[in-house]
């Protein structure tokens, strides 16, 4: 995965992405520095908008936008996403993440996909909300806060229709929980 930094600006009523450089996100890069307030002496969770991992890194929000891009060195395929928010729940030494993301291109075929990840307007875009779950090998405690392991089973993509399915099925009952410890 490679972690982008774009510019955005206005245009005909959607917006225009310029590529600008890579951004860090683990290993003391952004995802750290701005959820640090909410690290204490122990077990938390917390959440962090794009808009505040921006400012951190001192750049204006309302002129640029983090994107993901999934799959940067498949030939002919665009696979690029807006990260809006990360949620992580940090435990001593690691911390699972949730990146809620907005789906600019998913498996957009192209024989022209480094133009399309330098510069592209959003008009086509469906951003339909994508969750992701990752983890940084750090807490609150210690670490270095560097990605864990990404690979097919560490780094699940989940659409819509996926996350409605699976957070149902974990709502906890609470008649039953009072039951069974009663």
Same mark, same amino acid.
Request: proline share 4%; aromatic share 12%.
């Given at each position: %995965?490679?972690?982008?930094?774009?510019?955005?600006?206005?245009?005909?009523?959607?917006?225009?992405? =310029?590529?600008?450089?890579?951004?860090?996100?683990?290993?003391?890069?952004?995802?750290?520095? @701005?959820?640090?307030?909410?690290?204490?002496?122990?077990?938390?969770?917390? @959440?962090?908008?794009?808009?505040? %991992?921006?400012?951190?890194?001192?750049?204006?929000?309302?002129?640029?936008?983090?994107?993901?891009?999934?799959?940067?060195?498949?030939? $002919? =395929?665009?696979?690029?996403?807006?990260?809006?928010?990360?949620?992580?729940?940090?435990?001593?030494?690691?911390?699972?993440? %949730?990146? @809620?993301?907005?789906?600019?291109?998913?498996?957009?075929?192209?024989?022209?996909?480094?133009?399309?990840?330098?510069?592209?307007?959003?008009?086509?875009?469906?951003?339909?909300?994508?969750?992701?779950?990752?983890?940084?090998?750090?807490?609150?405690?210690?670490?270095?806060? $560097?990605?864990?392991?990404?690979?097919? @089973?560490?780094?699940?993509?989940?659409?819509?229709?996926?996350?409605?399915?699976?957070?149902?099925?974990?709502?906890?009952?609470?008649?039953?929980?009072?039951?069974?410890?009663?």
């Amino acid at each position: %995965m490679a972690f982008l930094l774009y510019e955005t600006s206005k245009r005909n009523g959607h917006l225009e992405y =310029r590529q600008i450089e890579d951004v860090r996100l683990a290993g003391g890069g952004l995802i750290q520095s @701005t959820c640090k307030k909410y690290l204490g002496d122990d077990d938390a969770g917390w @959440t962090i908008s794009a808009d505040d %991992m921006l400012k951190a890194g001192h750049y204006q929000p309302a002129n640029h936008a983090l994107v993901i891009d999934i799959a940067p060195n498949r030939p $002919n =395929r665009v696979n690029l996403f807006e990260i809006k928010a990360i949620s992580g729940y940090s435990f001593c030494n690691w911390t699972p993440l %949730m990146l @809620t993301l907005e789906e600019l291109f998913a498996n957009l075929p192209s024989k022209h996909e480094e133009k399309i990840k330098r510069r592209f307007s959003d008009a086509k875009c469906n951003r339909c909300v994508v969750r992701e779950f990752l983890y940084l090998s750090g807490g609150y405690a210690e670490g270095n806060w $560097n990605w864990g392991g990404n690979s097919r @089973t560490t780094a699940a993509l989940l659409w819509p229709e996926a996350w409605d399915y699976f957070s149902k099925q974990f709502k906890p009952d609470h008649a039953q929980a009072a039951k069974a410890a009663g």
